[in-house]
């Protein structure tokens, strides 16, 4: 193994160095998170780190964590809770950073490989950490670097010949991001096929197929006894059909630069360089190589776009698509990375300077946009981060200190509420509650388990839900404000006592 030297570590250190500023917006971005979503992982993680499995309410097993394996790798945050919340948020956003570096040091390994040269992986790596995406996504709480991370990680030991490890990794991702189901395939079956001409028949594919599907197939099972059903109760929730047409396309394409230090045009450019760089390898590896890199984030992206509602508007949205643009921005490095490294032994010893600078210029100009995105991503962590916090993380602390501890509430948002008020929650909308999600409760019988609730009014209108209850305090917001998501809906929260019939 070659001895790692200083500048391997310029990729780390501009990730951490993007961190840091975007922590420095403010203090939600470094103490509070900005999803609510975010704080429903919090919620599961407690409950595993306190060996009681996928516990949404005490000893209510359910299915709605959609990334069961970030709620477990990152559990051990909550091994801080005797020192406060806010230490639990400061581990789990240096775990999302520790998932983002490997998936650096993935890439860098990865395009060593297909390139053989170390400058190429160092150029690679450091494309990806320019995103400010990918630190945005580690410091959010969400699942999306770690999907990153087993997504490269295993691309690269596939390349490298360790095939056991890689898909392993590949079926982990499955558990990181339930969309991977589309991607991983992708990856795996030619290695499959391969492994079954090459070297032992039946056997020997029965035995990587079965390590490829065990992660998804264990919680698929556990879903199965806790719900009955084998997906979690998102899918059947969310799913609405599978649409793919033009405007699901426009919104593919804009989505892949959104928020990135890449034009979509450099994206291209870099892409198609990695792509001749395989087509000259013509081996296994390379092969591998671009099925991940550049078909899989393809596949992965047209199959979110067309398969639930999304738009641009804001990280609510725009994070189910992070980790195939992130996985194509990967791909533009070690394009670009590439293409660098292959100046010397293109050009005359005379031109090799010129060649080596022409190729930083490009590519410096392909990161023109990087400053303005990294100051997007700052500004939106801490505005994201202060909505969250006035709309569900405060109603959660009024809520534990005016309800007696057997209180139920019913609730739209599921996370913070749930995560801060330490009260048994029904998750009137079903993620969180597979009888709901399922059609086994109704509405009516949530009512007259509930004591209390805390919901967007906007959400009921078309139904008497709130007739029953008693307006004890309103949480509000300027939709200018509420920068999570383009929704006018979600801009006012009541919280209602149940009348006590007389």
């Given at each position: 193994?070659?001895?790692?030297?200083?500048?391997?570590?310029?990729?780390?250190?501009?990730?951490?160095?993007?961190?840091?500023?975007?922590?420095?917006?403010?203090?939600?971005?470094?103490?509070?998170?900005?999803?609510?979503?975010?704080?429903?992982?919090?919620?599961?993680?407690?409950?595993?780190?306190?060996?009681?499995?996928?516990?949404?309410?005490?000893?209510?097993?359910?299915?709605?964590?959609?990334?069961?394996?970030?709620?477990?790798?990152?559990?051990?945050?909550?091994?801080?809770?005797?020192?406060?919340?806010?230490?639990?948020?400061?581990?789990?956003?240096?775990?999302?950073?520790?998932?983002?570096?490997?998936?650096?040091?993935?890439?860098?390994?990865?395009?060593?490989?297909?390139?053989?040269?170390?400058?190429?992986?160092?150029?690679?790596?450091?494309?990806?950490?320019?995103?400010?995406?990918?630190?945005?996504?580690?410091?959010?709480?969400?699942?999306?670097?770690?999907?990153?991370?087993?997504?490269?990680?295993?691309?690269?030991?596939?390349?490298?010949?360790?095939?056991?490890?890689?898909?392993?990794?590949?079926?982990?991702?499955?558990?990181?991001?339930?969309?991977?189901?589309?991607?991983?395939?992708?990856?795996?079956?030619?290695?499959?096929?391969?492994?079954?001409?090459?070297?032992?028949?039946?056997?020997r594919f029965a035995r990587d197929l079965g390590l490829a599907l065990l992660p998804a197939a264990l919680w698929a099972l556990f879903c199965l006894v806790a719900t009955g059903r084998p997906l979690p109760a998102?899918?059947?929730?969310?799913?609405?059909?599978?649409?793919?047409?033009?405007?699901?396309?426009?919104?593919?394409?804009?989505?892949?630069?959104?928020?990135?230090?890449?034009?979509?045009?450099?994206?291209?450019?870099?892409?198609?360089?990695?792509?001749?760089?395989?087509?000259?390898?013509?081996?296994?590896?390379?092969?591998?190589?671009?099925?991940?890199?550049?078909?899989?984030?393809?596949?992965?992206?047209?199959?979110?776009?067309?398969?639930?509602?999304?738009?641009?508007?804001?990280?609510?949205?725009?994070?189910?698509?992070?980790?195939?643009?992130?996985?194509l921005t990967a791909a533009a490095g070690a394009g670009f990375g590439a293409a660098i490294a292959r100046v010397p032994g293109l050009l005359p010893d005379r031109r090799r300077t010129t060649g080596l600078v022409?190729?930083?210029?490009?590519?410096?100009?392909?990161?023109?946009?990087?400053?303005?995105?990294?100051?997007?991503?700052?500004?939106?962590?801490?505005?994201?981060?202060?909505?969250?916090?006035?709309?569900?993380?405060?109603?959660?602390?009024?809520?534990?200190?005016?309800?007696?501890?057997?209180?139920?509430?019913?609730?739209?948002?599921?996370?913070?509420?749930?995560?801060?008020?330490?009260?048994?929650?029904?998750?009137?909308?079903?993620?969180?509650?597979?009888?709901?999600?399922?059609?086994?409760?109704?509405?009516?019988?949530?009512?007259?388990?509930?004591?209390?609730?805390?919901?967007?009014?906007?959400?009921?209108?078309?139904?008497?839900?709130?007739?029953?209850?008693?307006?004890?305090?309103?949480?509000?917001?300027?939709?200018?404000?509420?920068?999570?998501?383009?929704?006018?809906?979600?801009?006012?929260?009541?919280?209602?006592?149940?009348?006590?019939?007389?």
């Amino acid at each position: 193994m070659a001895r790692p030297r200083p500048l391997d570590l310029l990729p780390v250190i501009v990730l951490l160095a993007g961190a840091a500023w975007l922590l420095g917006g403010g203090p939600h971005a470094r103490t509070g998170f900005p999803l609510d979503d975010a704080w429903i992982h919090r919620v599961y993680a407690r409950s595993f780190a306190h060996l009681q499995g996928f516990a949404y309410n005490p000893g209510q097993q359910e299915s709605g964590a959609t990334s069961p394996l970030w709620a477990v790798v990152s559990a051990p945050a909550h091994a801080l809770q005797f020192a406060g919340d806010d230490a639990v948020v400061v581990a789990v956003k240096a775990i999302g950073l520790l998932a983002a570096l490997a998936a650096l040091l993935a890439l860098a390994a990865l395009t060593r490989a297909l390139t053989g040269s170390r400058a190429a992986g160092i150029v690679a790596a450091c494309v990806l950490a320019a995103d400010p995406r990918l630190a945005f996504a580690a410091l959010s709480g969400m699942e999306a670097p770690l999907t990153l991370a087993l997504w490269l990680g295993g691309t690269a030991a596939l390349t490298t010949g360790r095939r056991t490890a890689g898909l392993l990794l590949l079926g982990l991702g499955v558990t990181a991001r339930p969309e991977m189901a589309v991607a991983a395939p992708l990856i795996a079956f030619p290695v499959l096929v391969l492994g079954w001409v090459d070297r032992g028949g039946r056997r020997r594919f029965a035995r990587d197929l079965g390590l490829a599907l065990l992660p998804a197939a264990l919680w698929a099972l556990f879903c199965l006894v806790a719900t009955g059903r084998p997906l979690p109760a998102t899918f059947y929730v969310k799913s609405a059909g599978f649409g793919l047409g033009p405007e699901q396309l426009r919104l593919a394409w804009e989505l892949l630069a959104q928020n990135g230090p890449l034009t979509a045009s450099a994206l291209l450019i870099g892409a198609a360089a990695l792509a001749a760089l395989l087509a000259r390898r013509r081996s296994r590896a390379g092969d591998v190589a671009g099925l991940s890199l550049l078909l899989a984030p393809v596949a992965y992206l047209l199959a979110v776009v067309a398969g639930r509602q999304i738009g641009l508007s804001g990280y609510y949205w725009t994070r189910w698509a992070d980790p195939p643009a992130l996985a194509l921005t990967a791909a533009a490095g070690a394009g670009f990375g590439a293409a660098i490294a292959r100046v010397p032994g293109l050009l005359p010893d005379r031109r090799r300077t010129t060649g080596l600078v022409l190729g930083g210029v490009l590519l410096c100009s392909a990161l023109a946009g990087c400053l303005g995105a990294w100051g997007e991503r700052r500004s939106r962590l801490e505005s994201d981060g202060a909505a969250i916090a006035r709309m569900n993380i405060q109603p959660a602390q009024w809520l534990r200190s005016v309800t007696p501890p057997d209180a139920v509430v019913g609730v739209n948002d599921a996370g913070a509420l749930r995560y801060f008020s330490d009260r048994r929650v029904l998750d009137l909308i079903g993620l969180n509650l597979h009888g709901r999600a399922f059609g086994r409760t109704t509405l009516n019988e949530l009512y007259q388990r509930m004591d209390w609730i805390a919901v967007f009014p906007a959400t009921w209108s078309a139904t008497n839900l709130m007739d029953g209850f008693e307006e004890r305090r309103v949480y509000t917001i300027p939709l200018a404000e509420y920068t999570v998501c383009d929704c006018p809906n979600q801009t006012t929260l009541v919280i209602g006592e149940k009348r006590r019939e007389r």
